[in-house]
């Protein structure tokens, strides 16, 4: 293959090789402002026409006045040209698949529907009473597959006791007993199995009855944990099978193979202690592979891909000696590699794979990094005869379809839902630097710019503190977070890939577990004294802001900066260590990541040192803190704590309230209530 190859080594931090990207540049003037931000529409790429001709994607746009988005699907040439509409009903399309003939079918409102890409009216396909979620046809189009949830255990009362109906008590005798921002009603998600024709369903069969286990997995999961055997005889489904409090404390969940002839299930990946998960067959129908984390507990584990041979029942993992972490993947058309993201250096790249021929051979796989540039790939949408199909950001470009071709070296883009709003909207530049951590180490940052950036000039500068704590500050499009609107708004942001973050090797990745208020927030601060060495950066107006480790981030440096800042804000930020690991709900993060429970005497350090709400005699800078009601990861007693400790101190400080959020932001009025406080607060204290 002729692709753009490059092997990657993730300690070359310096060499920053860069491919062309085709698109529209700004010669607008006006400054994005948080409306301006969610009226863009979203992308998604949703799939390809079967000679790869066609690409269909859906858009998001919200409307303000009805506080809720509207998705529709589209339909534009692979190769670029006019987008044509697909559907228009109110309400949101999902494609299930693109059928050989020309046939879509999508989700809509809980049913399946058709309707071609030549056009003609669409056709509804089921007629389910209860609807149906995680949609998966078997190749041979018999059977179908879909998920829904299962009454198990009587944890609600009026499962419990039935003559009464009116009460609302929750009773519980292990943990789970809440989920992100789910209180467990004794449900589980199950996998359904049923035979299909043109829409018409047979009886169901709940393929893991009386097992209080979920496939697919909470919270998050979806279709990607399902998969069909391409000869439609075998189902491969996700599932932790745990239970309880075991569940909260583990991460190993399995692949599991279910046989439609005789009933039986099988754990594929038997024996492998952590996160399995996203089974593919290649086109062949000969090897499985699916993602696996090596370690039980351990959730930011690196991720590989393996494969299995259904001949010699030989397992290979693919990438286990490439120094980085996959997040998603795909198979080649020719079965001859697999097409997968991952991050490195500060953004999300393409990279490819190759699988042996011969599983016997014990040779370590080819691995090439096709694409290089200050963008991230997000998504893998297909492979046509020419090239590969993409999703793509940059931090000054929300998500958008494009083309990479096999010959050559410039993606291209194809959908340009938002190149007229950004034609008005003007540019800021974004760079990255590189500076020296205070043990030595090169710590590499992405700085954003305010619009027509004059550097006789001296700006207000933020320090943005990333969440995760294993998660990447790359080219990403928040539309919360987002660089470019802080930027808009007349300051100067750097965003530091400290200590924990992926896409500078696996150790890189692991020093922050147990050190989360070690040298992590030391490259924090050696980021921003390095910048605030600039002439253009106004030193007396530096602040901090994060969300989650962001947060904690944000509290710990309140009580360890030294003055370098005048202002501060965390939103889910873990502020008392102590009571967050009595209250939250994934232990295993808690276990591994702090090392374990406060009445550990190992653990004395997380609990003292790196606890922020033990630096707060030396608080004294004005904080804002926000809380969603309905997070469960962070719970609501840790912004409740550090707005007390910070009013009874007799600090400045605010606290904002969301009482129907999670650990995120996710209604559009919330947001734009959020960005007006948020920049409200800046101007407040730092203007």
């Not at 040209?81 to 109110?90: D, S, V």
């Not at 399902?226 to 599932?239: A, L, M």
């Not at 030989?314 to 097409?339: A, E, F, M, P, Q």
């Amino acid at each position: 293959m002729t692709m753009a190859q490059r092997t990657i080594d993730v300690n070359d931090k310096l060499e920053r090789p860069k491919l062309a990207v085709k698109t529209m540049k700004s010669t607008g003037s006006e400054a994005l402002s948080p409306k301006k931000l969610w009226e863009l529409g979203r992308v998604a790429a949703e799939g390809i026409s079967a000679d790869g001709s066609q690409l269909i994607y859906s858009v998001s746009n919200y409307q303000f006045e009805e506080n809720k988005s509207e998705k529709n699907l589209f339909v534009i040439p692979t190769k670029g040209g006019e987008a044509k509409q697909f559907t228009n009903e109110a309400g949101g399309e999902s494609v299930i698949q693109v059928e050989p003939n020309g046939d879509v079918l999508y989700m809509f409102k809980g049913q399946i529907w058709r309707k071609n890409l030549r056009g003609g009216d669409a056709v509804q396909l089921s007629h389910v009473e209860e609807g149906l979620e995680n949609v998966k046809l078997s190749p041979d189009g018999k059977h179908i597959l879909f998920s829904k949830s299962v009454l198990l255990k009587p944890y609600h009362s009026v499962d419990k006791y039935k003559d009464l109906p009116k009460s609302d008590v929750y009773i519980y005798d292990n943990l789970d007993y809440r989920h992100w921002d789910t209180w467990m009603d004794g449900r589980f998600n199950h996998p359904f199995v049923a035979t299909y024709d043109n829409g018409k369903l047979g009886e169901a069969k709940d393929i893991m009855e009386g097992e209080a286990f979920y496939s697919p997995q909470m919270p998050f999961g979806g279709a990607e944990d399902f998969s069909w055997s391409p000869d439609g005889q075998s189902i491969y489904y996700v599932s932790k099978k745990k239970f309880g409090t075991e569940y909260a404390v583990s991460t190993n969940a399995d692949i599991y193979r279910y046989d439609l002839a005789s009933g039986k299930t099988s754990n594929v990946t038997e024996g492998m202690q952590g996160y399995d998960t996203n089974p593919q067959f290649n086109k062949l129908g000969n090897v499985l592979s699916w993602l696996s984390m090596k370690t039980d507990g351990y959730e930011a584990d690196k991720n590989d891909i393996y494969v299995l041979d259904s001949k010699s029942n030989i397992k290979l993992n693919l990438t286990g000696h490439w120094d980085g972490t996959v997040n998603s993947y795909t198979w080649s058309k020719d079965n001859k590699r697999i097409y997968f993201v991952a991050p490195v250096q500060g953004t999300v790249q393409l990279f490819e794979v190759m699988v042996p021929v011969n599983f016997r051979v014990k040779s370590l796989p080819q691995i090439n990094q096709l694409t290089a540039g200050d963008f991230d790939i997000t998504g893998i949408v297909g492979e046509t005869k020419d090239g590969i199909v993409v999703t793509s950001t940059r931090m000054t470009r929300a998500s958008e379809v494009f083309f990479f071709p096999i010959k050559g070296k410039e993606l291209s883009q194809i959908t340009k839902v938002n190149d007229a709003a950004y034609s008005q909207i003007a540019d800021t530049k974004v760079e990255s630097r590189v500076t020296k951590a205070s043990d030595g180490r090169d710590l590499f940052s992405w700085v954003i710019y305010p619009p027509n950036f004059d550097p006789a000039k001296k700006y207000p500068t933020l320090l943005f503190c990333q969440g995760g704590p294993q998660s990447a500050t790359t080219q990403s499009y928040s539309f919360r977070w987002n660089f470019q609107l802080m930027a808009s708004q007349g300051y100067i942001v750097i965003a530091p890939n400290r200590r924990g973050m992926p896409g500078w090797g696996v150790e890189w990745n692991e020093e922050i577990s147990k050190d989360w208020g070690g040298q992590a927030i030391r490259d924090y601060l050696s980021a921003i004294d390095d910048l605030a060495k600039e002439s253009y950066v106004d030193k007396s107006r530096l602040g901090a802001v994060g969300a989650s480790y962001g947060g904690y981030s944000v509290f710990q440096l309140a009580g360890v900066h030294e003055g370098r800042f005048k202002t501060f804000i965390s939103h889910c930020g873990l502020f008392n260590m102590e009571s967050w690991y009595g209250t939250t709900e994934e232990l295993f993060f808690a276990n591994h990541d702090l090392g374990g429970p406060y009445w550990d005497a190992a653990n004395n350090k997380t609990y003292t040192e790196y606890n922020p709400m033990r630096h707060v005699d030396k608080w004294d800078t004005p904080i804002l803190i926000i809380q969603g009601g309905k997070d469960y990861r962070v719970p609501i007693g840790q912004g409740q704590e550090a707005f007390q400790a910070a009013q009874l101190r007799g600090i400045k400080s605010r606290f904002m309230y969301l009482p129907d959020e999670n650990h995120w932001v996710l209604s559009g009025q919330n947001a734009q209530v959020w960005q007006r406080e948020f920049f409200g607060w800046l101007k407040e204290t730092l203007d």
